[in-house]
């Protein structure tokens, strides 16, 4: 009953995969917490993750992945598999081919539910979320230099608000920056990705009881 419930819900509030649109508008970003920060005119650059969310029979649980210490941006850090879009390439696509080099994970075993809303990066990334469902466990390998760890956190701890957290970080000069956080066992996760997880359950859950809904998923 869980995994037909979340599964059908992620299906019902999800974009559409046919309505993704190139140089779409963010819904969301790193500046909702920061409204003064300094905010130039830019051109985006088209990103996508893939969020995949694996149906365990003890529950589903979302993979994430802790970046190489070696990468030049964002070393260390918790993230969704993905990254920039080629040319010619949708946001499916790409969130795809980025999981099959990071993690060896099979797009045939990818079943695309649909997009949560476009999230803009304070780097200058408007990211697509693309959710995945992933029927059984899948058999993964982290790619050297790319990705330091692979580790699934359960969808229940991710989907409950009591877990977002609203941390803030004091550079030595500037103004300080405020971002959501979920930390999970010995795991930070942060930033753009918490972001994300922060606007997925805003749309599956934020019209509706979400004790109740959420009771109902888990069942």
Known sequence: ??????????????????AWQPSGRAARSDFDLNPEAPRTDRILREAAVLVPVIAHAAGPTVLLTRRADALSSHSGQIA??????????????????????EVALDPACVDVLGFAEPYETVTGFLVTP???WIASAPSLRASPGEVAEL????WDFLMDLANHRRDTWQPPEGPARHFWAMPWQDRYIWGATAGIIRGLHA?????????DVLAEDAA
């Open 1 to 18: 009953m869980s995994h037909v419930s979340l599964k059908r819900r992620l299906a019902d509030r999800l974009l559409p995969v046919e």
């Open 80 to 101: 969704f598999p993905g990254g920039r879009l080629d040319p010619g390439e949708t946001a499916a696509d790409a969130a795809l081919r980025e999981a099959m080099e």
């Open 130 to 132: 693309v959710v995945g």
């Open 151 to 154: 580790f699934e956190t359960p």
């Open 203 to 211: 749309r599956l859950y934020d019209d509706a009881l979400a004790e």
